[in-house]
């Protein structure tokens, strides 16, 4: 029976058209385009989440991606959400209410890390550089021996500024003052190298869609040994249920108890793009990502512009380049979006209109998308400028 009171506006009915987005070619700071084997993935039907077969692929993703980060962390896992979700989830499974937290800003993301950990209701204390440059293992270890925090957290391919913060000696700094380090490698994995284990980092997390060739929705997270102290040692419950890595364990470790349904496809994705990156060869894909953006640098150059990061700190999946002066930015990336269907980034914060930012992240990273890129500023990029922009 009907309740004739109530009835449905069905004016949607055909108003709307399927959906056709378009082939975009993504060379900003994310998403990146994913690889087409990886959107087959995706394809496919899903699975159980318990189907036996499917926690199998569990155990091959977290394998792929222990080598993906180098390293034999018992918790490694994808945490269903984008990067930010594994962000917080290093600090919340980590973090208890007035442990010091220690963010080493020098851009963006230093900035996400320091409100999250405040959220946490840790002491956050931060140390600052301008926005392009990074820190000294000198200012680290000042900084620590100040503020004795019980974590580091700090970026490791800061994507606001293209710069790579060397690593080399931070772990055993954060081991001689007694704190964790925890690393945001978002922009790194896949694309730079990259040596959990070897750098003694306790704490780490990514995102799908930068350098693996994924589209956006997972948030690789690793955490060693001494992270799985605190967190056990911790007195009260970690204080965010879907982000709670010893409940996750009990779905992604051997007892395969229900926790939340599994983005399941995205996983398929996931496993098609580590897989894809264990073929090529971790060492070759890092050496495939410098290769072309030094071809970016030096064609970037050739036509006169500048980069904002010297070049043995410049990340090789994001480029940041200086907007020459009298550019209108913002009227040349739409452009290339627009008519070329290429998407470029601005900048961020104090960068904002001063510089774009290119990324040649995973199988975005090739000589063809280059020289398509460095056709289109010799060619375009003259439009733009102040005095022939006011002639046209
Ligand atoms: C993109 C990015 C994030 C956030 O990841 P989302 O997937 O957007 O949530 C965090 N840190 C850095 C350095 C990033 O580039």
Not at 15 to 21: D, E, G, H, Q, R
Not at 31 to 56: C, K, Q, W
Not at 130 to 156: D, K
Not at 260 to 277: K, S, Y
Request: proline share 6%; with cysteine; aromatic share 8%.
């Amino acid at each position: 029976m009907t309740n004739a009171s109530f009835s449905v506006d069905n004016r949607h009915r055909e108003a709307f058209a399927p959906i056709a987005t378009p082939d975009r070619l993504l060379l900003g700071p994310g998403p990146s385009n994913a690889h087409p084997t990886v959107l087959e993935a995706l394809a496919r039907t899903p699975i159980g989440h318990l189907d036996p077969l499917y926690v199998e692929l569990m155990s091959e993703v977290q394998e792929l991606l222990r080598y993906a980060w180098q390293t034999d962390n018992r918790l490694t896992l994808p945490m269903s959400g984008t990067g930010s979700a594994a962000m917080e989830a290093t600090l919340a499974n980590t973090i208890e209410p007035g442990d010091t937290v220690l963010v080493a800003v020098k851009g963006y993301f230093g900035l996400r890390l320091a409100d999250m950990a405040g959220r946490y209701r840790a002491e956050v204390k931060t140390i600052e550089k301008p926005w392009g440059e990074w820190f000294s293992l000198e200012e680290l270890e000042a900084a620590l021996i100040e503020h004795r925090p019980a974590i580091l957290a700090m970026v490791h391919a800061e994507t606001s500024t293209g710069v790579c913060q060397p690593m080399e000696g931070v772990g055993d700094l954060c081991r001689k003052h007694n704190c964790l380090l925890l690393l945001d490698t978002v922009t790194s994995l896949g694309g730079v190298p990259l040596y959990i284990d070897e750098w003694k980092v306790d704490l780490a997390y990514s995102c799908s869609q930068k350098g693996l060739s994924c589209p956006p929705g997972l948030g690789p997270f690793t955490m060693g040994p001494r992270a799985e102290e605190k967190m056990a040692a911790r007195k009260d419950k970690v204080p965010n249920w879907y982000l709670d890595v010893s409940l996750l364990n009990k779905y992604w470790g051997s007892d395969r108890v229900y926790h939340h349904t599994a983005p399941v496809n995205m996983n398929f994705g996931m496993r098609e793009a580590l897989r894809l990156l264990a073929d090529e060869g971790l060492d070759q894909a890092w050496a495939r990502h410098r290769r072309n953006a030094e071809s970016l640098w030096s064609g970037l150059e050739q036509l006169g512009l500048s980069m904002l990061v010297p070049a043995d700190r410049r990340l090789p999946t994001l480029t940041t380049v200086r907007i020459p002066e009298g550019v209108d930015g913002k009227a040349f990336s739409l452009h290339l979006l627009n008519q070329h269907g290429i998407e470029v980034g601005g900048g961020l914060g104090v960068l904002a209109g001063k510089i774009w930012r290119i990324g040649l992240m995973g199988y975005n990273s090739t000589p063809d998308n280059v020289d398509r890129l460095l056709n289109l500023f010799e060619t375009e990029l003259p439009r733009f400028s102040g005095s022939l922009a006011a002639a046209a």
